[in-house]
């Protein structure tokens, strides 16, 4: 019996789907921070027990070439997640792992699959130009220098950077910093993106370039998935394949924009999040008194 | 291995390129030291005496013996400065959480960042010495020079220690140094570095004979002054080494342990 072709295309999506580990896989994750002290008892916070819960109970998936927006309001934990699949934080309980490496027991493996931006201007250093930072770290990251050369030769281009390698970082724009910036999370072809924010300093023209450049050159190849939060909505909107909604360390949904849509009724991913999160009675409350 | 080298001589580049950025610098500096070999020049004429002479170990001047000792507090102070000051640099500025993503291990991060330092410290030094034969008469055609720079890169081991102990309480407690403070006061005392060891009371001088730098200053003070061969360093060169051997491991689990801590309780980026 012949086999249609369009099946054995499936099939073979399915066991790449069952065999390739997620890109970014977070199961029961939970993180406590010690209190914050001040005067001498600051001297014994080190010492004392994580009692504050930041995150509880998170589990979530990255699927390879998809990209996830993590959405919550400030304090909410998103960047605490996106710092321990960072291997900058480690978990109070639970795991993260990263194309299948635990962040805990093999973060060396982790660290050689991530960039990371964390939508600051800082972060570089201030006195070597910009090509200099972006040679330095780049061979931090296993690139020899001529690899290191070509490939920031091709991100100049893309993130229109040309005209500033020369020129020592502390005497660019808070914009181009920021592009340079993710320009050293993209150096060594990560397969997954952390972006923490990352358009938070940028002007509206740079932010929409920067999307654009997202969605073009990282996200339609498919080799790198992204997860990334922001409070930006069109950011959002126009980047995620699914939106994870965070609230008080706790994740209340991970789905499609429009599956999130047809579960809450809601017209726009503000009321999504305000009716997930139940403030949207409390918005309306204080419209009211207003 | 290789890839190990290449990312340390990456953390100096990236000092070397920093620090002549800063144009005066180096200029700064070759003139402090003249100043500096110069106080140290008159102080010594002041307070010189045959008696004096007598009772310093491996002969020479106050000058020669004071200059040393000074210098080598300088080099103590470099080790304990440079862990401090490249994380705190690099936590002020942002890089720390950078750097600690990159496939880069936590020893190479550390000997990295202090590998221009020490080579820094080491320059600083040589110009003193320069300054001091130039103008000063500092007898430095009696050196043996192979043992010169064993007992500097023994120091420099036994000293690294000291450094990064005191950046794993930087990391932790985010301010002061009191592994600093200790070691470089306990040394002023017992280090031989102004006036020697033997004129302490016993009970201090079994102090002294705990301290590595009160060995690094008799071998480098033999190995210029008195044109001490490697085999005859061989003891203070062997306790010296003994110290790194017992220190560095330590201190590196310390740090490594301070690293876990920070992001235990997330304030490794915190100042």
Known sequence: MAVEPHCLVRATHVISFLVTPPSISVE?????FPPARSGWRAFLQPFEKASVAALADVSLQVREGESVALLGANGAGKSTLLRIVATLLLPTAGRARVAGHDTLTHSRDVRRQLGYHAGTDHGLYPRLTARQNLLFFGQLNGLSPSMARERISTLATQFALGEFLGRQVRTLSSGTVQRLSLARALL???????????TRSIDVIAAAEFRRF???????????????????????????DRIAIIDHGRLLACDSLAALQRRTSAPTLEEVFLRLTGRAGELHTEASVE | MIPALRQMWLFFWRDLTIARSYRTVFVVEAVEALFGAATFYYVARFVDSPGLEQALPQGGSYFTFSLIGFVFLDYLNAALDTFDHSLEEARDSGTLEHLLITQTSLPIFVAGSALYPFVATTLRIAVYFLWSAILFGFPLRSANWPSVFAVLLASLLAFSGLGILSSSYLLVFKRGNPAKWFVLGITGIVGGTLFPVSILPQWLQAIARVNPVTYALDAMRAALLAGATLSALWRPLATLLLFAAILLPLSMSAFAWAVRRTKTTGTLTHS
Not at chain 1, 28 to 32: A, E, G, N
Not at chain 1, 189 to 194: D, E
Not at chain 1, 214 to 240: D, M, R, W
């Open chain 1, 28 to 32: 029961s994750l939970h993180k406590s």
């Open chain 1, 188 to 198: 060594h072809r990560p397969r997954v993106l952390l972006l923490d924010e990352p």
């Open chain 1, 214 to 240: 997202l969605k073009t050159q990282i996200l339609q190849p498919g080799a790198t998935s992204i997860l990334f939060a922001s409070h930006t909505l069109p950011e959002v909107e126009s980047l995620a």
